[in-house]
């Protein structure tokens, strides 16, 4: 069966996590993605937070799943000729080197489209421009610029930031979007352009809720957080909420039975309002149903923590599984804090390849997210990392259409550095 990106070949230059999350999901989607790495280092984060010495971690592996990989010192002018080659053969060029990097290397925008019209280039910064446009920036500084660590956490407390890697996989999903948006433009103007995603603004676009309450508190308090309930004033900026829903329905983590000892023996308990109803059924408030104090939601908003701390009490009296069993047969919206140990073990999970076991000649198994966006014609196959040039040869033949003879040149320019027969291994 073909893939959807089928056809499309992506240059990469990514690195770290924001680049390659993004490459990853055009490789599950069928596209043939060179990763292009430095001769003998590679990414950098095959080498970070190794669990195995000298084996690829986790964390390099987990990113760059269905990719090849080819050295190459796009330094050395045999290098750039290289470069230049694969620019010709390829769709998409994709980075998120720092600032200026890709211009210093010789290859600007301008050139690029010199050499093929065609090609998309697509790059994550930190930033879009602006004052902070030369700033390199990591996961937890996005979550800080973007509005994110401002709005998480207690109001009592100091900013957080999330383990949701909204700053690098976020913004990568963002530029996939954009890459696949401009292939098809591509097929009506047949020119590539630029797309570039900034994290801050990944960041901020997953925060427009909270630049939503930004604009309401100038009509008044935000009457769905906790602090109006406890009659706490509202300073002039979206405050954090702790674990208030983020909507219209009154939300909050409650305590299960267990959690004296288990750290996530937690449920998220939404009182979604057209089931107001049955919530005080189940939790034996029958009373509530009609009470002036609580029948309303407008009448409950001062009131959730008395409400809350009325639910957990029943709440407390059951596991989060047979919590979550018996609010759904009342259609109750609620939610158990899975760790990951459980998000590992889950079999349903496990059965629509969203968490995948993938083998590795070096590590052996281990276990890893697959694709998380399913296409009933384009199933995702995830097939592990590459090593560290474990392609160069292959691209430079299959691809570049090089003779053996200029492959042997380029190996004794240096250009691809690591001895031939490491590469080839
Ligand atoms: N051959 C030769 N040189 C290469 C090369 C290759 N194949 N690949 C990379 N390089 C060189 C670059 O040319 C650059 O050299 P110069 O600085 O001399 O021009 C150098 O490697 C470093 O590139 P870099 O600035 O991208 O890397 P860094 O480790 O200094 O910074 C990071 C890392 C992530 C902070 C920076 O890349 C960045 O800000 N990226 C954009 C934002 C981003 O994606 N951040 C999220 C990363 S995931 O948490």
């Known amino acids: 069966m073909t893939k959807a990106l089928t056809g499309v070949r992506i240059l990469d230059f990514t ?9 990853q999901l055009l490789a599950w989607f069928g596209a043939d993605v060179i990763k292009v790495e430095r001769p003998g280092v590679g990414d950098i984060t095959r080498g970070q937070l190794q669990d195995i010495p000298n084996v690829d971690s986790l964390y390099f592996t987990m990113l760059n799943h269905n990719k090849r990989s080819i050295t190459l010192d ?9 470069l230049t080659a694969l620019i010709k ?3 998409v060029l994709v980075e998120n080197f720092g600032p200026g990097v890709l211009d210093r290397m010789g290859f600007p925008w301008e050139k ?3 050499i093929n019209p065609k090609m998309i280039v697509a790059s994550v910064k930190g930033f879009g421009p602006g004052p902070y446009q030369e700033c390199k920036v990591y996961e937890n500084v996005a979550q800080c610029t973007g509005g994110a660590a401002s709005t998480t956490g207690f109001r009592d407390g100091v900013p957080l930031v999330t383990g949701a890697q909204i700053g690098d996989s976020g913004t990568g ?4 979007l954009g890459i696949v948006t401009a292939l098809f433009q591509r097929t009506v103007t047949g020119r590539g352009q630029r797309v570039t995603a900034a994290m801050q603004d990944g960041v901020l676009n997953l925060c427009r809720v909270k630049l939503r309450d930004q604009q309401r508190l100038a009509h008044g308090p935000l009457k769905e957080y906790s602090q ?17 829903s983020g909507g219209g329905q009154p939300g909050r983590i409650l305590k299960c039975k267990g959690w004296e000892t288990d750290p996530n023996a937690y449920i998220y308990f939404i009182t979604q309002a057209p089931v107001w109803e049955k919530i005080c059924d189940v939790i034996g408030e029958p009373g509530w149903k009609t009470h002036a104090d609580y029948a309303k939601p407008a009448a409950r908003l001062p009131r959730l923590n008395e409400i809350f701390a009325r639910i957990e009490q029943w709440t407390m009296t059951k596991t989060k599984f047979e919590a979550m069993d018996i609010l759904n047969e009342f259609d109750i919206p609620c939610g158990p804090i899975l760790s990951m140990k459980e998000l590992a073990e889950d079999q349903s999970l496990r059965a629509t390849g969203t968490v995948v076991e993938v083998d590795h000649p070096r590590r052996g198994k281990y276990l890893s997210v697959g694709n998380p966006i399913k296409l009933s014609d384009s199933p995702s196959d995830v097939t592990r990392s590459p090593l560290l040039g474990e392609h160069t040869d292959e691209v430079l033949r299959d691809v570049l259409g090089f003779s053996d003879h200029q492959i042997a040149e380029i190996h004794d320019s240096g250009a691809l550095a690591a001895p031939r027969k490491e590469a080839v291994e």
Not at 232 to 244: E, K, L, S, V, Y
């Open 15 to 23: 690195h770290v996590q924001s680049g390659p999350t993004c490459t």
């Open 74 to 82: 796009t330094k050395n002018a045999k290098g750039k000729e290289v």
């Open 89 to 91: 053969s390829c769709d």
């Open 112 to 114: 690029i489209q010199s």
């Open 173 to 176: 999903l963002h530029l996939a």
């Open 228 to 244: 109006f309930g406890e009659g706490i004033a509202f300073g002039d900026a979206t405050p954090r909420a702790g674990n208030d």
